[in-house]
Nanobody, 124 residues
Framework: QVQLEESGGGLVQAGGSLRLSCAASGRTFSNYAMGWFRQAPGKEREFVAA????????YYADSVKGRFTISRDNAKNTVYLQMNSLKPEDTAVYYCAAQGHVTMTTMASVYEYWGQGTQVTVSS
């Protein structure tokens, strides 16, 4: 079992920045690729970013490419999502997730473990 806990969400004005953190506990963190997903009210959960076990490979949704950066610190068992140039359409609950099956994936169904989520609200 891997337990995940997100933090760092909040209310920010458009154009601002937030840094989300996801702390993992349980099994060896570096065994897992990580991902960030988000879900806005009335919408399906969507992929945001993924990172492989070492942190050397990353992948982003087109909607956040160039604005968001995913990173990880395996010594601290933590994955981060730096969000810059935020837009009102980035408003959502953000979830981190872990999976040990493939190098990286955008598919939510592959992820085995999920956090509870953290709310990000971007005002216009």
């Amino acid at each position: 079992q891997v337990q995940l806990e997100e933090s760092g969400g909040g209310l920010v004005q458009a154009g601002g920045s937030l840094r989300l953190s996801c702390a993992a506990s349980g099994r060896t963190f570096s065994n897992y690729a990580m991902g960030w997903f988000r879900q806005a009210p009335g919408k399906e959960r969507e992929f945001v970013a993924a990172i492989n076990w070492s942190g050397r490979s990353t992948y982003y949704a087109d909607s956040v490419k160039g604005r968001f950066t995913i990173s990880r610190d395996n010594a601290k068992n933590t994955v981060y999502l730096q969000m810059n140039s935020l837009k009102p359409e980035d408003t959502a609950v953000y979830y981190c997730a872990a999976q040990g099956h493939v190098t990286m994936t955008t598919m939510a169904s592959v992820y085995e473990y999920w956090g509870q989520g953290t709310q990000v609200t971007v005002s216009s």
